[in-house]
């Protein structure tokens, strides 16, 4: 028998995990699993301060279980790259994430290593679509004659020019009047020039 963690995850603090920890453990005695410990947290699969998850790959890289349990890899991974880098990082220390649909990530078989192939390229697709919804929202506004980027002149410089020359008068230095008027060393030494 296998030592396995469960990892069960909501989104938010009206959902509960019952049902996927019901499911999990029903899933691990028929699979053979030994469950060593129970993880549940409730964080948006978009976070990345997942306590919970963190211990898990803790107790993996510390060679305490041979697989992590999930109802679907949706409760797991955040993103495709994140997915992905995990699953390396687990692979590297021996552990597969097994998903209660049956579906077994383990990149030293040929089925795992398919699977995160496809999972590479699915995220660099999202990453080349993200650009080019970028690249063309750009576009559309500098067509529309929209001013992009910062405005020309530095208009913070000029706001406090009078303020920062005064203060150089007086011998203070440029990082005491940049915390005192709340603006960048930058800004106070662009503001000298006006």
């Not at 002149?153 to 203060?167: D, E, P, R, T």
Request: glycine share 6%.
């Amino acid at each position: 028998m296998k030592n396995a963690a469960i990892y069960a995850r909501v989104s938010t603090d009206d959902q509960s995990c019952e049902r996927q920890l019901r499911d999990l453990q029903a899933f691990a005695e028929r699979a053979g699993y030994t469950v060593v410990q129970v993880f549940t947290e409730t964080a948006s699969g978009m976070k990345n301060d997942r306590k919970e998850r963190a211990k898990v790959m803790a107790m993996a890289q510390k060679r305490q279980i041979e697989a992590v349990l999930v109802t679907e890899l949706t409760r797991w991974g955040r993103s495709s790259r994140d997915l992905i880098n995990t699953l390396e990082d687990l692979n590297g220390f021996g552990v597969s994430v097994i998903a209660q649909t049956g579906m077994q990530f383990d990149l030293s078989t040929a089925q795992g290593k398919m699977i995160a192939g496809v999972l590479a390229l699915m995220s660099q697709f999202e990453r080349d679509l993200l650009s080019e919804r970028t690249k063309s929202g750009l576009a559309t506004a500098r067509a529309k004659g929209k001013k992009l980027g910062r405005p020309a002149g530095n208009q913070a410089a000029k706001k406090h020019s009078k303020a920062v020359k005064a203060f150089r008068a007086t011998g203070k230095s440029i990082r005491w009047i940049s915390d005192e008027l709340h603006v960048s060393k930058d800004t106070v030494m662009a503001a000298e020039a006006f």
